[in-house]
């Protein structure tokens, strides 16, 4: 309680006198309670410098004193905290690292109470923050399930994710969503088969065991690229070269259409072997020779966006093209003698095929057209040769029972016979020997020379 003091004012002589009072109060000094440093977590930029509340310190400082009787305030150093100068704003940004702020506690009733001194004091603290660069997808193809669902190696995306930051120091984790990421909980393992088909999203938190709080997210999707979806082939069957020996070139590339059904994102290799088809090693080239017939060569085809690839096989046949024989011409007498005739060329056909059965045999007017089976001569029906006097035909034979274009070619000639023109003679005469019985010997090969004119 405050305590009333009576003071008496007086004359030297003690005659004259006054008396006043005045009360005498103590003001409790304050107290500094200890405080642990102001530790906070760096920006990504990581330059050792954040901007701090000052003011969280506060109510720790002042402990069980109430804040409505004392003011605290904080200073670069000891001095200014005695003096009571250069008070920081609560809002402050360090300038060094670790950097000591010095606390004083000033009491509202009497701003000349207060305490300082060298140890009431705290460090302001900038951890560095774990970074997390953002790696690209990771993406791997589908299996030949085709079902969206693939293992991915998560760990190999660490390397990139941390940066350059030490990995005996950072930890990664992957996670299935944010929230998992942000407490830390329920990651995954690193080799991770994905739950959604074809595309799903991983959250990755990297941290420093010693600063947990000071974490970073990143993310990134698992992508499962679909196979190329690929048609089983027919057998390729070519016609043999001319020595019947099931051995010929051929060209690959024409069943490429077949088998991507015309997919520009696919490209096409054959190899002899599924394990060079696998590796990508050895590729035939598109004019190949097989090495025997009803060979089975391997098919790659890849998507040339994502690098998925899946093979097939394909059946190389040699067919051996139809046995023909070149015919007889066909003549015909021309009456008129113009050089045209007509003409019923399945006359030929016999001759042509040797009897064999179950052979076709097409006319044409040009080789070209009779090697590619086109503008066959209407047979139904006779033929009027088109060039004076004769003319070569191309006959095309194949069977068809065999798949492919495989025809011989050979020749049928037409030839128009002019026929010869009778004139009527003059009489031969002859005289009668010296019997006169009306009978004579004649020449009559005085007459050929006057016929044939």
């Not at 030949?144 to 190696?153: H, K």
């Not at 024989?325 to 003698?337: I, M, S």
Request: with cysteine; glycine share 4%.
């Amino acid at each position: 309680s405050p305590q009333i003091i009576w003071a008496r004012i007086a004359e030297v002589s003690q005659t004259c006198f006054s008396i006043t009072s005045f009360s005498l109060s103590t003001v409790l000094a304050p107290t500094i309670n200890p405080v642990a440093d102001l530790e906070i977590c760096d920006d990504i930029t990581n330059d050792g410098f954040a901007n701090f509340d000052l003011s969280a310190q506060t109510l720790d400082i002042l402990g069980a004193q109430s804040p409505t009787d004392f003011t605290v305030t904080y200073h670069l150093n000891f001095a200014d905290a005695d003096s009571g100068d250069n008070a920081l704003p609560l809002d402050y940004t360090n300038t060094v690292d670790s950097q000591p702020i010095f606390v004083r506690v000033t009491s509202l009733g009497d701003t000349n109470c207060y305490s300082a001194s060298t140890s009431a004091m705290f460090n302001l603290m900038v951890n560095n923050r774990a970074l997390a660069t953002p790696p690209n997808d990771l993406e791997v193809c589908d299996d030949v399930s085709n079902d969206g669902l693939a293992t991915f190696d998560l760990n190999s995306q660490k390397g990139v994710i941390l940066g350059g930051q030490d990995p005996m120091v950072y930890e990664v984790s992957f996670h299935t969503s944010q929230d998992d990421a942000n407490n830390n909980a329920d990651a995954l393992p690193e080799s991770y088969t994905n739950n959604a088909v074809n595309l799903e999203t991983v959250y990755v938190r990297v941290e420093d065991p010693l600063f947990p709080s000071c974490y970073s997210t990143t993310t990134f999707d698992l992508i499962v690229n679909p196979l190329p979806q690929l048609v089983a082939p027919s057998a390729l069957e070519v016609c043999d070269d001319g020595t019947p020996d099931g051995l010929t070139e051929m060209d690959l590339s024409l069943k490429n259409t077949e088998i991507t059904g015309n997919n520009p994102a696919y490209s096409v290799s054959y190899y002899e072997t599924l394990a060079e088809a696998e590796t990508e090693t050895n590729p035939l080239p598109t004019l190949y020779t097989n090495t025997s017939n009803g060979q089975i060569i391997f098919v790659r085809v890849e998507n040339i966006n994502t690098g998925c690839y899946d093979t097939t096989n394909l059946e190389l046949v040699v067919e051996q093209a139809p046995i023909a024989f070149t015919p007889q011409p066909l003549r015909y007498c021309d009456p008129d003698n113009d050089g045209f005739g007509v003409f019923t060329l399945t006359d030929a056909d016999n001759e042509i095929t040797g009897g064999a059965s179950g052979l076709e045999v097409t006319y044409h007017e040009t080789e070209i057209n009779a090697e590619n089976g086109v503008d066959a001569i209407d047979t139904t029906v006779s033929y009027n040769n088109i060039v004076q006097n004769g003319q070569i035909l191309f006959a095309r034979i194949e069977s068809p029972t065999i798949a492919t274009d495989c025809a011989t070619i050979v020749v049928l000639e037409l030839i128009v016979e002019p026929t010869p023109q009778l004139i009527a003679p003059t009489a031969l005469e002859a005289c009668d020997d010296i019997s006169a019985d009306g009978f004579a010997t004649f020449d009559l090969t005085t007459k050929a020379s006057e016929l044939l004119n």
